[in-house]
């Protein structure tokens, strides 16, 4: 069985009863960053063998997994943190999974995107998830313009030193509109700052912006 399993994406107590569980029981854990995930296993002292399973070693690392696979073997997937698949390779090896007839189940948890919807204050009955955006301004634009006027809302991940750019430019191609800005969520300085973009531009110009963000408007 392969086990897609959620990890907290801050606050450590935010894992599952049934997460514990399965991590303590499986042959091995494919991590996104094995660092990360020791500290998790290190708090809820979880002994078990790692394997880094990130974008650019995941060709090399997926016929290892498969062949444990097929040997019967329980692998978890996990990812740096939330829900591995989303913005995350592991969705590579979810896919080649099923084209292996291998049984796959989800251990669900935290996802930073839903989390920041919920927090957002914006309409959560229509959502696009637009994960990470060209990090070039001509690619960035045309895709914001794409998305300006579906009518849903939108949500966005993107780094902090990239952020005020960012909102910059949907400032451009959308005008001055509502956004919330989502940092350090589930963790001791979560901040949720909702605001015109313009007003926000200038909070994060002042103030240097930390932590990995998710970007909300409509």
Avoid at 37 to 43: G, Q, S, W, Y
Avoid at 97 to 111: D, E, L, R, V, Y
Wanted: glycine residues 6%.
């Amino acid at each position: 069985m392969l086990y897609i399993v959620a990890t907290p994406i801050g606050n450590l107590q935010d894992i599952s009863l049934r997460a514990i569980e399965v991590l303590k029981n499986c042959h091995l854990i494919a991590a996104k960053d094995t660092r990360k995930t020791k500290i998790l296993l290190d708090h809820f002292q979880i002994q078990k063998a790692l394997i880094s399973y990130f974008e650019y070693n995941r060709l090399r690392k997926e016929n290892q997994i498969l062949e444990l696979l097929k040997d019967n073997k329980d692998i978890v997937l996990v990812s740096e943190a939330g829900t591995p698949g989303i913005s995350d390779p592991g969705v590579h090896l979810v896919d080649l999974a099923i084209k292996n007839n291998i049984p796959i189940t989800c251990i669900p948890g935290p996802c930073a995107l839903i989390n920041a919807l919920v927090l957002s204050g914006l309409p959560t009955d229509k959502f696009i998830f637009a994960g990470f955006l060209p990090r070039k301004d001509g690619p960035q634009k045309k895709k914001l313009l794409e998305l300006a006027n579906i009518g849903f809302t939108v949500i966005i991940y993107e780094s902090p030193h990239r952020v005020v750019r960012l909102l910059e430019n949907i400032q451009e191609a959308l005008g001055d509109r509502q956004v919330a800005a989502c940092r350090e969520m589930t963790k001791k300085f979560e901040e949720i700052k909702r605001d015109k973009i313009s007003n926000l531009i200038e909070h994060f110009k002042k103030v240097s912006p930390r932590g990995e963000f998710t970007i909300i408007f409509r």
